[in-house]
């Protein structure tokens, strides 16, 4: 999911209402066809996790999981050959808004030009995994994501059921198995999200027309029967900007879904599936879910499978059946049970005129989500061709520098009794995730006898602890030495009735955030 301007939401919702008002007085041929799959019934491997609350609700996070706390995905796909960022695919089709007007001007009427065209001109020429991979994980990552299939309906692996793959059409490569090799080979967790559940509801505009002329009453080429495979030929949910339009009531598109879905699991054995919103479809997701997990248990002898998902009002959420996923926010607290904010360095896909956020706003979101039990999946923008633009470069290289010295703080790590103090109060939830930190903001990790005293920027004075004052609730044992990670030298400290003060040096081993490392007597 996304999150919408005023503009956006007013040009989308007002088409979508006047092809609704119009749609019984279109006389366009209905494209109908069989959907490969369909005709199987959704059925989880053989093992302990059945679809039902009872037995999703036994799922244990794997170790590994609560491990890692960082993981890089490659959000990418032919929207990113317009470079207008998130949504592409769904908004050149409603006039208004600005995609619209871009593909007119670039590309042409989409009765004329439409996505099916922008295929062929995602040719992923520069896409070097290995070399990706190897970015990724000098910056941190102990787990690699990659794309699956968005809402555009176009998979990104040698697709069983649906022609429109990256392996048949556009760069015509594996683009999921390459990242998976390049993973496995650096001995990485991987993992796939997949927007597919959404696609048919949220791809609702590719089946309407102009408003106004010259073009008043000519489809798009979403209703040309010859693409139906593509573009759902669905004209009677569309999606509407509500949360519970997001998924299809169509029951052979569900059972299809599982099918796609099951292909991709089945073939690249994922540690992670991501789903973009609720367990979709009922029991069907949920037979998803469970066949997920009892993959994993027949593989590896016991579970080590993630599933993400999200509490926005689409679909089934419940905590206990897998990791809950924060899109572009965080949670206010620890929660007893590991978490996942998803989030991006920039739009989700790349954007000519994106801003991104700098390598302070990354960390201390990050600093802050770890010490809440939570892991960061980030993705960091790729052009259309697979390079990576300089700001998506850049935050690569600081992020390493910064892990290469601060890593024991993050890696395998668990929160403290609390997770921070200090004068900024994040906003809870999805979607609110810009938060103006200050080096008087710290978050807490332990690991071990080691507690971890993040400083959510770069301290220029003494540091003032309170939750580590003499007779604090948290901790009776009077702290015995204070280490700064990177730096060689002694580190000053006294601990008093009102805080721990710790003299940071004058110079700093690192940008952005601070790491003291805290022993007790």
């Known amino acids: ?305 993630v599933y993400n998902h999200k509490s926005l009002g689409s679909g089934e959420f419940n905590k206990a059946w897998g990791v809950q996923d924060v899109e572009r926010g965080v949670l206010d607290g620890i929660d007893p049970l590991p978490w996942q904010t998803d989030t991006s360095n920039g739009d989700w896909f790349y954007n000519e005129g994106d801003r991104y956020k700098s390598t302070d706003e990354v960390l201390t979101m990050f600093a802050d989500i770890v010490s809440k039990n939570g892991n960061m999946l980030l993705n960091v923008v790729l052009r259309a061709d697979g390079s990576l633009p300089p700001q998506s470069d850049q935050l690569l290289t600081e992020l390493a520098a910064w892990m290469a010295v601060n890593a024991p703080a993050i890696h395998g790590t668990r929160p403290w009794h609390i997770y921070g103090e200090g004068p900024t109060k994040p906003k809870q939830g999805a979607f609110q995730e810009r938060a103006a930190y200050t080096p008087q903001d710290i978050r807490f990790t332990t690991k071990g006898e080691t507690l971890h005293a993040i400083t959510l920027g770069e301290p220029k004075g003494p540091v003032a602890i309170t939750s580590l004052a003499r007779g604090n609730p948290h901790e009776r044992r009077k702290v015995r030495t204070v280490k700064l990670l990177g730096h060689r030298g002694r580190i000053n400290f006294q601990q008093t009735d009102q805080a721990l003060v710790i003299t940071p040096p004058a110079s700093l081993p690192t940008r952005h955030a601070s790491v003291f490392e805290i022993h007790f007597a």
């Open 1 to 305: 999911m996304t999150n919408f301007t005023k503009r956006e939401i007013l040009a989308g919702s007002f088409a979508t209402a006047l092809a609704v008002k119009a749609g019984t007085a279109r006389a366009q041929q209905t494209a109908t066809a069989k959907l490969p799959g369909a005709d199987v019934t959704p059925v989880a491997a053989p093992g302990p996790f059945k679809p039902t609350d009872a037995s999703l609700s036994t799922y244990k996070t794997p170790d590994w999981f609560r491990d890692a706390k960082f993981g890089i995905w490659a959000h990418w796909g032919p929207q990113a050959v317009a470079g207008q960022g998130d949504w592409y695919a769904r908004f050149m089709y409603v006039p208004g808004h600005p995609h619209y007007e871009h593909h007119l001007k670039t590309y042409g009427h989409p009765s004329e030009k439409g996505y099916k065209d922008l295929l062929p001109l995602w040719t992923a020429d520069k896409f070097d995994p290995e070399a990706l991979v190897t970015r990724y994980e000098a910056a941190g990552a102990k787990y690699i994501v990659s794309m699956g299939v968005h809402h555009d309906n176009f998979d990104l692996w040698n697709s069983r059921h649906h022609r429109w793959n990256a392996v048949q059409m556009g760069p015509k490569r594996d683009i999921v198995g390459s990242l998976r090799a390049a993973a496995r080979r650096r001995g990485l967790r991987f993992g796939v999200s997949e927007h597919l559940g959404a696609s048919y509801n949220w791809w609702y505009p590719n089946q309407l027309y102009d408003q106004f002329w010259p073009k008043m009453g000519v489809p798009y080429d979403g209703a040309d029967p010859r693409f139906v495979d593509l573009y759902h030929g669905n004209r009677d949910e569309p999606f509407l900007n509500r949360p519970e339009t997001w998924y299809t009531k169509n029951p052979e598109y569900q059972r299809h879904w599982f099918a796609r879905i099951r292909d991709l699991v089945d073939n690249y054995q994922p540690d992670l599936l991501y789903t973009d919103g609720g367990v979709p479809f009922g029991e069907i997701g949920r037979s998803m879910v469970a066949h997920l997990y009892n993959s994993s248990i027949a593989r590896s002898g016991k579970l080590e499978a």
